[in-house]
């Protein structure tokens, strides 16, 4: 994966890089005393690894555009092809538990803010007991192990299981519209199904991709387009489960039809097996 083009240089810098950010947790675990552009108190972790992503993904030839969760305008770079939209790290919240938390990445072909059409590739890293890395491009998933070294393949052509089993929902039960509290509840009422919710979405997405199910982040009674960002979150996961064989939605088409307004837009995000997500649509309808 390395050297043959942008895109791979992007994504083995990522993966690199990523090493190094796990490492860097330690010592940063705590509350920087400043809001991201999405109105929340950043860890210091966060403020580290955006900045770390910055200086790397910006020097590399090919990419035009960096921008992150963290930062509130896009860095232009001298250079046009590519356009990278990371979430630094997801699950952020987590640190102080020291529970499970990722890495998200977008390559765009178009300027930010782009619609998900415009992903060329995407992927993530999940910080679990060891370090891996989800990665979609040209319709198809690749899983890999991340040891700081090359990253090693553990699974070709990655598709969803198609028996679900894991659901997760964000947000708290008594903010739900009554239509998705529905859902949730026909959901739940299926003696097949086992709750997982981890509090970072990356960790619980990995999960639907390995077992199948579905998770989401829906709109809130006060917040219509819930939490998640369009650009470093609900484009990426959205590209890399349609790749997987399954779809989102953000309630009534393909979170990749969304056009953004603005670069840090937020998109209720439903994403998982094709039938659960048609059944979800069914219901919100
Ligand atoms: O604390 P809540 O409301 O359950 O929210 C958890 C969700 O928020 C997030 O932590 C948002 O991501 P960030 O940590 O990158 O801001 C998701 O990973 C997770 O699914
Ligand atoms: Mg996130
Ligand atoms: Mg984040």
């Given at each position: 994966?390395?050297?043959?083009?942008?895109?791979?240089?992007?994504?083995?810098t990522?993966a690199?890089?990523?090493?190094?950010?796990?490492?860097?947790?330690v010592?940063?675990?705590?509350?920087?005393?400043?809001e991201?552009?999405?109105?929340?108190?950043?860890?210091?972790?966060?403020?580290?690894?955006?900045?770390?992503?910055?200086?790397?993904?910006?020097?590399i030839?090919?990419?035009?555009?960096?921008a992150?969760?963290?930062?509130?305008?896009?860095?232009?770079c001298?250079?046009?092809?590519?356009?990278?939209?990371?979430?630094?790290?997801?699950?952020?919240?987590?640190?102080?538990?020291?529970n499970?938390?990722?890495?998200?990445?977008?390559?765009?072909?178009?300027?930010?803010?782009?619609?998900?059409?415009?992903l060329?590739?995407?992927?993530?890293?999940?910080?679990?007991?060891?370090?891996?890395?989800a990665?979609?491009?040209?319709?198809?998933?690749t899983k890999?192990?991340?040891?700081?070294?090359?990253?090693s393949?553990?699974?070709?052509?990655?598709?969803?299981?198609d028996?679900?089993?894991?659901?997760?929902?964000?947000?708290?039960?008594?903010?739900?519209?009554a239509?998705?509290?529905e859902?949730?509840?026909?959901?739940?009422?299926d003696?097949?199904?086992?709750?997982?919710?981890?509090?970072?979405?990356?960790?619980?997405?990995?999960?639907?991709?390995?077992?199948?199910g579905?998770?989401?982040?829906?709109?809130?009674?006060?917040?219509?387009?819930?939490?998640?960002?369009?650009?470093f979150?609900?484009?990426?996961?959205?590209?890399?489960?349609?790749?997987?064989?399954?779809?989102?939605?953000d309630?009534?088409q393909?979170?990749?039809?969304?056009?953004?307004?603005?670069l840090?837009?937020?998109?209720?995000?439903?994403?998982?097996?094709?039938?659960?997500?048609?059944?979800l649509?069914?219901?919100?309808?």
């Amino acid at each position: 994966m390395s050297g043959t083009d942008t895109v791979d240089d992007v994504v083995a810098t990522i993966a690199r890089s990523a090493i190094e950010i796990r490492q860097g947790l330690v010592g940063r675990r705590g509350k920087a005393d400043v809001e991201n552009p999405s109105g929340e108190t950043q860890a210091e972790a966060d403020i580290w690894a955006d900045e770390l992503l910055a200086e790397r993904l910006t020097s590399i030839d090919g990419v035009a555009q960096y921008a992150s969760e963290e930062r509130s305008e896009i860095i232009d770079c001298e250079d046009e092809a590519y356009c990278v939209a990371v979430d630094p790290l997801d699950g952020s919240s987590n640190l102080k538990s020291n529970n499970t938390m990722g890495t998200v990445f977008g390559i765009y072909d178009e300027p930010l803010p782009a619609p998900g059409s415009a992903l060329v590739a995407s992927g993530w890293i999940l910080y679990g007991p060891i370090t891996t890395m989800a990665y979609a491009r040209d319709g198809t998933v690749t899983k890999y192990e991340l040891t700081g070294g090359e990253p090693s393949v553990v699974e070709e052509d990655v598709t969803l299981p198609d028996d679900p089993l894991v659901y997760g929902f964000g947000g708290r039960v008594p903010d739900w519209p009554a239509d998705f509290r529905e859902f949730a509840r026909e959901i739940e009422s299926d003696s097949s199904n086992k709750l997982r919710y981890g509090g970072a979405m990356i960790g619980d997405v990995n999960q639907v991709l390995t077992y199948g199910g579905i998770f989401a982040y829906p709109a809130l009674e006060d917040s219509p387009r819930g939490k998640l960002r369009l650009q470093f979150e609900g484009n990426p996961i959205a590209y890399l489960i349609e790749a997987a064989g399954g779809r989102s939605s953000d309630g009534s088409q393909s979170i990749l039809e969304v056009e953004p307004t603005d670069l840090h837009d937020r998109v209720p995000l439903h994403v998982g097996n094709a039938e659960l997500i048609d059944r979800l649509e069914d219901v919100l309808e």
